[in-house]
């Protein structure tokens, strides 16, 4: 409602989350010349969102990037704790002569997010502002024993990790650790163009000339969705049928909201019944992406998958 105050401030540790340090002289450049976003926007209140794809355009990781408080320049990636170590390779192998550092600080270094649970925006808070929607609230990367504190400090009131899946689901952002699959996955399919994740006038990076294109002549074929679900939720990984023909398939769920993502073909998004198992699905647009209605006239896959 128009002038209604926001709920009160949730916060839950990210267990799943890990930081990485570039530190270094030609840290930014190094970046720049890599990932999806510019890097040069980075401040140590501002994050961008990002990834490093394959030269052929496909998902590998995604992160933010948010400058190190403190003055000496270095960055820190926010990214999937589990895929950590995996990117720190990734990035020493394009690292050659560079004068860079990449370092794991996942041990001593956790994520916090914060929002409110009606998903109005928060402007002031600790860290950054979640840059792909306001809804998201904001994050702050801490030292693990003062994440408590913070939180506290912050005047949040302590929430589960489930509670801030369930904001993310219900606004119908993907998590990479259970959403997207490397190497396989295609940026646009999973927003990355509509969440600020993509800067389309920076210059190179890997995987630019196929995503490029792919904006440009419009032909991405499938999205990944918010989904309502009625009957039993399947599980994950279960694919979803219009008729006889799967067009999509379930990723991340929320049995209690009765709500989850799907990657879904847009030209059979708007099938009469689509069905899960035994559960019926119905697809939603979300308000941030406003284009979906005039893209899957075509039928066929992403370009270049």
Same mark, same amino acid.
């Given at each position: 409602?128009?002038?209604?105050?926001?709920?009160? #401030?949730?916060?839950? $540790?990210?267990?799943?989350?890990?930081?990485?340090?570039?530190?270094?002289?030609?840290?930014?450049?190094?970046?720049?010349?890599? /990932?999806?976003?510019?890097?040069?926007?980075?401040? $140590?209140?501002?994050?961008?969102?990002?990834?490093?794809?394959?030269?052929?355009?496909?998902?590998?990781?995604?992160?933010?990037?948010?400058?190190?408080?403190?003055?000496?320049?270095?960055?820190?990636?926010?990214?999937?704790?589990?895929?950590?170590?995996?990117?720190?390779?990734?990035? @020493?192998?394009?690292?050659?002569?560079?004068?860079?550092?990449?370092?794991?600080?996942?041990?001593?270094?956790?994520?916090?997010?914060?929002?409110?649970?009606?998903?109005?925006? &928060?402007? %002031?808070?600790?860290?950054?502002?979640?840059?792909?929607?306001?809804? &998201?609230?904001?994050?702050?990367?801490?030292?693990?024993?003062? *994440?408590?504190?913070?939180?506290?400090?912050?005047?949040?009131?302590?929430?589960?990790?489930?509670?801030?899946?369930?904001?993310? *689901?219900?606004?119908?952002?993907?998590?990479?650790?259970?959403?997207?699959?490397?190497?396989?996955?295609? $940026?646009?399919?999973?927003?990355?163009?509509?969440?600020?994740?993509?800067?389309?006038?920076?210059?190179?990076?890997?995987?630019?000339?196929?995503?490029?294109?792919?904006?440009?002549?419009?032909? /991405?074929?499938?999205?990944?969705?918010?989904?309502?679900?009625?009957?039993? &939720?399947?599980? $994950?990984?279960?694919?979803?049928? @219009?008729?006889?023909?799967?067009?999509?398939?379930?990723?991340?769920?929320?049995?209690?909201?009765?709500? #989850?993502?799907?990657?879904?073909?847009?030209?059979? /998004?708007?099938?009469? /019944?689509?069905?899960? %198992?035994? #559960?019926? *699905?119905?697809?939603?647009?979300?308000?941030?992406?406003?284009?979906?209605?005039?893209?899957?006239?075509?039928?066929?896959?992403?370009?270049?998958?």
């Amino acid at each position: 409602m128009s002038g209604a105050l926001p709920t009160e #401030a949730l916060a839950s $540790p990210l267990s799943g989350r890990g930081v990485l340090r570039i530190a270094g002289e030609e840290a930014r450049s190094f970046l720049q010349n890599l /990932v999806t976003n510019n890097v040069e926007k980075a401040g $140590p209140a501002e994050a961008v969102y990002s990834a490093l794809l394959t030269p052929q355009g496909k998902f590998l990781f995604d992160f933010f990037i948010v400058e190190e408080p403190g003055g000496g320049g270095a960055l820190l990636l926010d990214c999937d704790g589990a895929r950590a170590g995996d990117l720190a390779k990734r990035l @020493g192998m394009y690292k050659l002569r560079a004068k860079v550092t990449i370092e794991d600080r996942s041990e001593a270094l956790g994520v916090v997010a914060f929002w409110h649970e009606d998903a109005s925006p &928060m402007a %002031e808070g600790p860290g950054f502002a979640d840059p792909r929607l306001p809804g &998201m609230g904001r994050r702050a990367i801490l030292p693990k024993g003062e *994440i408590d504190s913070a939180i506290k400090a912050a005047g949040a009131k302590a929430a589960s990790e489930d509670a801030w899946h369930r904001l993310r *689901i219900g606004l119908g952002i993907g998590d990479a650790a259970k959403d997207f699959e490397p190497d396989r996955t295609f $940026p646009l399919e999973v927003n990355f163009d509509e969440l600020n994740g993509i800067d389309f006038h920076k210059g190179c990076y890997i995987g630019q000339e196929v995503t490029s294109r792919t904006k440009r002549r419009g032909s /991405v074929r499938k999205r990944l969705l918010p989904v309502h679900v009625e009957g039993d &939720m399947p599980a $994950p990984g279960t694919p979803i049928k @219009g008729g006889a023909r799967e067009v999509g398939t379930l990723l991340s769920t929320d049995a209690e909201t009765e709500r #989850a993502l799907a990657l879904i073909r847009l030209d059979l /998004v708007r099938a009469s /019944v689509l069905e899960a %198992e035994t #559960a019926e *699905i119905r697809p939603e647009i979300p308000v941030w992406l406003p284009a979906l209605a005039a893209e899957g006239d075509d039928n066929g896959d992403t370009e270049g998958e």
